[in-house]
């Protein structure tokens, strides 16, 4: 499940929760969505969110099923928390990792999730993510869903017509999931939502005043963001510490990632990168103390001392050190 850092975090979480279950309470709802994905709502400033949002308000009052396509990340399950608010409607929001669901169980989890979720919301979470015996697990509980009054969501960052065209997905409930698509569309296609969220997750981080350099404001426009909002608030939770309550600058954010259509000199560049966060991080994480840095960096501290030149990375002011 480790595409990325902040995909291979929300997959350590899932396990970790499932890890803890016990059968009688193997239907426990899965936590809320993460406050990182529910930000992206509200700090909607761009004409791309705002056109999604008339969408979901549009649809959140009626019964058909919804189905949210998008990243990783992007905020579909956001969304999904908005269409059930917005609808009014009056039971639950409840949520099934379908990553998580195994065919010999599926059937009595999705129905214990149902009776939880009556006269609310049932969110699927990556409905791609189902195999075969818990597809038709669903297929069997669709009619339950409808007798309960409760409105089914779904999610995917998968192409579910792609699916079904090889075989991965059934015709028939990718149909009745499909009533209503709308897309949630990923980070880098709503650049006026960046800034303010950047700086919202800098606040939560603990930033008392968020100062961003002209460059890190830049690098936050041009970076293309594959980890969406999530991969955003964890790098402003990073920046923060690096900044040391100063100002953020480009070389507390993340680099822009390599591609093998770039042309000479761009993996040069990219490991570059990755080197200076690395020393910047170990740098904060060790007080500035040079020795403690280049033993956790494993090389020598003169060796240490020649990339810190190398890449302009001065001591701060003793001043400004942790106590």
Same mark, same amino acid.
């Given at each position: ?28 709802? *899965? ?33 058909? *099923? ?203 560049? $990219? ?20 020795? $403690? ?31």
């Amino acid at each position: 499940h480790g595409e990325s850092p902040e995909r291979l975090i929300r997959a350590a979480r899932e396990a970790l929760a499932e890890a803890r279950r016990t059968e009688e309470t193997i239907a426990t709802p *899965p936590p809320r969505v993460p406050r990182a994905l529910e930000q992206t709502v509200v700090d909607a400033h761009d004409p791309v969110t705002h056109e999604l949002l008339a969408e979901v308000d549009a649809h959140a009052g009626g019964r058909d *099923p919804v189905l949210l396509q998008g990243e990783r990340s992007a905020g579909k399950s956001a969304i999904a928390r908005l269409l059930h608010v917005r609808g009014d409607r009056k039971g639950p929001f409840v949520t099934v990792a379908c990553a998580t669901l195994e065919g010999d169980t599926a059937e009595s989890v999705l129905s214990t999730q149902i009776t939880d979720a009556t006269g609310g919301t049932l969110l699927l979470d990556e409905v791609g993510e189902l195999d075969e015996v818990s597809q038709e697990a669903l297929m069997g509980q669709l009619d339950v869903l409808a007798s309960a009054n409760v409105r089914l969501v779904a999610t995917t960052h998968r192409t579910l017509a792609g699916l079904v065209s090889r075989g991965g997905f059934d015709e028939q409930l990718y149909e009745r999931l499909s009533s209503v698509q709308l897309e949630v569309p990923a980070l880098r296609s709503r650049p006026d939502d960046i800034l303010p969220l950047a700086e919202s997750f800098a606040r939560r981080a603990g930033a008392d005043e968020v100062k961003l350099s002209p460059a890190a404001v830049a690098r936050l426009r041009s970076y293309p963001w594959p980890g969406n909002v999530l991969e955003l608030s964890n790098a402003m939770a990073r920046a923060v510490v690096l900044a040391r309550g100063g100002e953020v600058l480009a070389e507390h954010l993340p680099s822009e990632p390599v591609t093998i259509a770039s042309g000479e000199g761009r993996l040069r560049e $990219h490991v570059d990168s990755v080197e200076r966060d690395s020393i910047i991080k170990a740098l904060a994480d060790c007080n500035h103390n040079q020795t $403690h840095a280049a033993k956790r960096l494993g090389i020598s501290r003169r060796a240490l001392i020649y990339k810190m030149e190398k890449y302009g990375l001065k001591r701060p002011p003793k001043g400004s050190r942790k106590r």
